[in-house]
């Protein structure tokens, strides 16, 4: 069958609904599960996935179920599909030029010798990608044809799947330089080399059974890549025309996602010699006109792939009907994007209140979405009627219910003037500073230390009721009692308590103020392995009494040495949650912003004179388009300066940013005032030092030195190299040492290693510094 079907979803969840892949992907990585049985336990969960996608009333023999999976990431996928290998990891490549797992993971997460590819987040989402790096001397060849085993597996099952891939513009576009290369080289540039890999795994796909692949090309859609919206419609419309005429291929789908193409990249789509085109009709909008789509398939993504609110369903179909009017042979619907970014089944969260439960659709509600709408699309809008009602009556359910709306919460917010998200003077802040008594160039960590199996034991024990909460906080005050005396012992300035009470830094807040909810089995892929549990934001925020204060003043109590308070920023929180889509996120960032001022209050009368204000979402949010982002930049630095505005002149105001482009946003960082803050710059070896220097950034400053998503331990000497080149470019005085991020995900004994490094470089780069400056 070569028609296209009726409904579809652009990806599905990846790890399994518990996590399945993550347990044996860890345990590969932990020697104790073998490559084969890594194998087997990624291959039982396609065919359970394939199952269920089925009984949700996909077609298992049209197509219509995408064949999405991945070991770590769909962008690395690519990459080693197609042989993008740097030169430090050449010797990955086998002596057959394939390569295999262990190469594979050694490109994501780097071994003893060198680092992984460096990491940043896709497009617009909380999910990361790896980053390809690729110089002018790439060669590429198929390297890896795992896609196409996978689409073979699929039919001895009984199944015709279609498979999906990164296209070749994205992969390129997405990807950075490698090495010592002229300024103005970019890896798109090498665009006419790979097609002809990408026209042999077309190929290659064609004969495995594929009818349809699904070419994932959400370049077309963003404004904020390195490479500029015409020069990535150009490509397109170079990389459309080569693998269309191939002679030897699979029907193609062009899927975008994430935004409306941009007003480059329109006609090149519909001009494109492809049988399929998938576009965003949540986030994104229908052209006025767009000719050339008479003998294409569009999909109409109107089920939204990356929120959870079960939405207004007559009006996705009326979307779709809109839809029909652009002329196209034939209009099917379609997801957004792919639902990697949602939770599996709302079905299997006995915790959650049945009203709010019946408000909501996760992964497979949406599976359940898209086959109503192709029905009404087959047989009319009657046919769904009971449907659409019912998912009209929910939304009016939803906009009636207690919470949602708080009377206080909007008078406080209306009462709002400008003086209110305003600091005083940074000269007098720095002043009001200096009695905090802090080395130049200071150690400290970003939080959170690592979340031992004892840990998670015992909240899971007095989650259960089998340990009281006497016995529960003692076991907490025991762990920060331990971490506090093991800062000290390695040497670092400012200590943190190490977060022991916290399962998650936005999920530990959703659960201490109103307007929230939580899962039990909620997860969603950050990358890799890792997953996290956004929590849903449904009603208006308040905070009805101190989260953080108490362990803050216990761990305080502990040492003589400043003692960091730590938050989680209000646009964060919003980020890494699923928030209601009845208001404007800036208005929900306000309401979130005076709770956590409330917070830094309480925390200041408790004595605490650091306070780390996380925001390491502020770019992940930024709009694909450009005319959105100023709006955007507006309400997100406003909500971090109304949280934070409050904060007297001695209190040091930290904030944190990880896994971004920050050359977009340093103006935006700036803005938001904060005393102190660090940032990623590990991965990428500490590019994004000489754009701050450059910037004229003149607040306190810490490039991560030590890449914490790697299991890798930084050398002393790879960590003073880092901080020498950040005391060259910015004023030594403003710099401090610091990892990437939170030591959640760690083990003890590498955290150990890696600080003492740490501490140890930074004591060296301080005395040489000094002797330079005297």
Request: aromatic fraction near 6%.
């Amino acid at each position: 069958m070569t028609t296209f079907p009726n409904g579809t979803i652009v990806g599905y969840p990846r790890l399994g609904p518990r996590r399945e892949l993550k347990r044996a992907l860890e345990s590969h990585w932990r020697g104790q599960l073998d490559a084969q049985g890594l194998e087997d336990a990624a291959r039982q969960l396609r065919e359970r996935t394939r199952g269920r996608l089925a009984e949700l009333g996909l077609g298992a023999d049209d197509s219509s179920i995408p064949e999405s999976s991945s070991f770590y990431d769909q962008v690395l996928d690519a990459a080693v599909a197609v042989g993008a290998v740097p030169e430090r990891f050449s010797d990955v490549v086998r002596e057959d030029g394939t390569i295999g797992l262990d190469g594979y993971f050694a490109l994501a997460r780097g071994d003893d010798r060198r680092p992984p590819l460096e990491m940043t987040k896709w497009f617009d989402t909380n999910y990361h990608h790896l980053v390809p790096e690729i110089g002018p001397d790439q060669t590429f060849r198929l390297a890896d044809d795992r896609i196409v085993r996978e689409v073979a597996e699929a039919r001895e099952a009984g199944f015709r799947t279609r498979p999906a891939i990164v296209g070749p513009v994205t992969l390129l576009a997405l990807s950075k330089p490698a090495g010592d290369v002229a300024d103005d080289f970019r890896p798109l540039s090498l665009l006419d080399q790979v097609l002809p890999v990408y026209e042999e795994l077309l190929g290659r796909l064609r004969e495995a059974g594929a009818e349809w692949v699904q070419i994932d090309e959400p370049a077309l859609v963003s404004e904020a890549l390195d490479v500029a919206p015409e020069q990535v419609a150009e490509a397109a419309e170079r990389a459309f025309a080569r693998l269309g005429a191939a002679s030897n291929r699979p029907r193609i789908l062009v899927e975008t996602a994430y935004a409306s193409p941009t007003p480059a990249s329109w006609p090149v789509l519909a001009a494109a010699p492809v049988e399929a085109i998938g576009i965003d009709l949540v986030r994104g909008a229908l052209p006025a006109a767009a000719d050339g789509l008479a003998d294409k398939v569009l999909v109409a993504g109107v089920v939204d792939g990356r929120n959870i609110w079960r939405g207004d369903l007559a009006g996705a179909f009326s979307a779709l009907e809109a839809a029909r009017g652009l002329g196209a042979r034939e209009t099917v619907v379609g997801t957004s994007t792919s639902l990697q970014h949602l939770p599996h089944d709302v079905a299997d969260e006995p915790d959650l209140d049945a009203r709010l439960a019946s408000w909501l659709a996760f992964a497979d509600q949406r599976v359940a979405q898209v086959v109503v709408l192709a029905r009404g699309l087959a047989e009319g809008r009657d046919a769904i009627a009971a449907e659409l009602d019912a998912a009209t009556a929910a939304l009016a359910d939803r906009a009636g219910a207690a919470g949602v709306r708080d009377g206080s919460v909007r008078e406080r917010a209306a009462a709002l003037t400008p003086a209110d998200s305003q600091r005083a003077p940074a000269a007098d802040r720095d002043a009001a500073q200096e009695d905090l008594g802090l080395p130049a160039l200071p150690t400290t960590t970003i939080g959170s230390f690592p979340q031992t199996g004892d840990l998670r034991v015992a909240r899971a024990q007095h989650a259960r009721g089998e340990l009281s909460t006497e016995g529960y906080e003692e076991r907490l005050r025991e762990e920060i009692r331990e971490v506090v005396q093991l800062q000290e012992r390695i040497g670092l300035d400012v200590l943190v308590h190490g977060e022991p009470e916290r399962n998650d830094m936005v999920q530990y807040f959703a659960e201490n103020l109103d307007g929230f909810a939580v899962t039990r089995n909620g997860w969603v892929q950050s990358y890799g392995s890792r997953a996290t549990r956004p929590s849903i934001l449904w009603g208006d925020v308040s905070r009805p009494a101190p989260i953080t204060v108490s362990w803050t003043e216990y761990a305080q109590s502990l040492t003589s040495k400043p003692m960091k308070g730590m938050l989680t920023g209000p646009v964060t929180i919003l980020a890494w949650s699923f928030v209601r889509d009845d208001q404007p996120l800036g208005e929900t960032a306000r309401q979130v912003a005076l709770a956590l001022r409330d917070e830094i209050a309480d925390l200041e009368a408790a004595g605490t004179r650091i306070i780390q204000v996380d925001e390491p979402a502020l770019r992940e949010l930024l709009p694909l388009t450009r005319d959105a982002q100023p709006a955007y930049l507006e309400w997100s630095v406003d909500s971090f300066r109304l949280a934070t505005a409050g904060a007297a002149p001695k209190t040091q105001i930290h904030t944190h940013l990880c896994y971004s482009e920050f050359g977009v946003v340093i103006d935006a960082i700036a803005g938001l005032d904060a005393d102190v803050t660090s940032i990623e710059a590990a991965r990428s070896r500490g590019e994004v030092i000489e754009e701050l220097g450059s910037s004229g950034f003149d607040r306190g400053i810490g490039p991560g030195v030590w890449d914490i998503h790697s299991p890798r331990v930084p050398s002393r000497e790879e960590i003073a190299v880092l901080l020498e080149r950040s005391v060259d470019a910015l004023p030594a005085r403003r710099v401090w040492a610091n990892p990437d991020c939170g030591l959640k995900t760690r083990g003890y004994e590498e955290t150990i290693a890696s600080l003492e490094n740490l501490v140890g470089a930074a004591r060296e780069v301080r005395e040489s510094a000094l002797t330079r400056a005297s």
